[in-house]
C-alpha cells in the first residue's frame, strides 16, 4: 500500500464529509452535553451518532467502546471547565474572593440556562460510576483534585491580599468548597432554581477565618 493510500486509510473522512478530528470532536462534544444532562447509562450510542449525524459503523474507528469513549469525554469536560474556572481566578480586575464569588455567579447563570437539567458531569458520573467502575472513579477523583488545586491557589492569593486569614488552611478550604458545591448543584437540579447554591455560596465566605 503506498504511502498516500495509508494516509488515506488511516485518516479517510466518515459519511458525514468532516475530518477524522473534527467529527471525534463532534461526538465528544455531543457526549459530553447528553451525559451531563441523562448520564452515562442511559445515554445511547445512537442518540450521539444521530445527533451528529455519523453511521453507527464509525463510532468504532473513533473509539474502542463506549467506556474509552466516556474516559475521553471526563477528559473533555473536565478541561473545559478548568478554563472556566481558571478564567476567573485569574482575574487581576478583582481581588480573589470576588473572583471565586464570580465563577459561582456566572455558573448559576449557566444552570438556569438549561433550566437546572445538567448540573456537572464529573459530580453527576462520580455519583454514577463511582461505585461501579475503578477506572472512571479514578479518573474523576483526580478530576476534583485537580479544580481543588486551583481553588487553593486563589484563597492563599486571598492570604497574600489580607482577605484571609494567614492560618486558614487552603487545601481543606478548597476541598470542602468542591464537597459544598458539588451538592449544592445537585441540590439546585432537585428543585429547579439557584437556591442551593446561594446558600452554600452565602455560608462558605462567612465561614471563611478573617
Known amino acids: 500500500m503506498s504511502k498516500q493510500e495509508t494516509a488515506k486509510k488511516s485518516g479517510r473522512p466518515s459519511k458525514s464529509g468532516y475530518s477524522h478530528n473534527t467529527v471525534r470532536d463532534k461526538l465528544i462534544w455531543c457526549g459530553t452535553a447528553l451525559l451531563t444532562e441523562k448520564g452515562f447509562h442511559s445515554t445511547g450510542l445512537e442518540e450521539i451518532l444521530r445527533q451528529v449525524n455519523v453511521p453507527k459503523g464509525s463510532f468504532y474507528h473513533y473509539f474502542k467502546n463506549k467506556e474509552a469513549f466516556g474516559e475521553e469525554v471526563i477528559d473533555n469536560y473536565a478541561a473545559y471547565f478548568s478554563r472556566k474556572l481558571q478564567k476567573h481566578l485569574d482575574n487581576d480586575a478583582y481581588p480573589a474572593l470576588q473572583r471565586l464569588h464570580n465563577f459561582i455567579e456566572e455558573n448559576k447563570q449557566g444552570m438556569a440556562k438549561y433550566n437546572f437539567q445538567r448540573g456537572c458531569l464529573v459530580g453527576n458520573l462520580g455519583q454514577e460510576l ?74 462558605f465566605f462567612a465561614l471563611l477565618p478573617h
Open 130 to 203: 463511582g461505585n461501579s467502575n475503578d477506572k472512571f472513579r479514578t479518573q474523576i477523583e483526580a478530576v476534583f483534585q485537580s479544580w481543588q488545586q486551583q481553588v487553593s491557589g486563589c484563597l492563599r492569593l486571598a492570604q497574600q491580599e489580607g482577605t484571609l486569614a494567614k492560618e486558614a488552611n487552603c487545601d481543606y478550604l478548597a476541598e470542602f468548597f468542591w464537597i459544598g458545591w458539588e451538592g449544592a448543584v445537585l441540590r439546585s437540579k432537585l428543585t429547579r432554581n439557584d437556591q442551593p447554591l446561594s446558600i452554600f455560596s452565602a455560608q
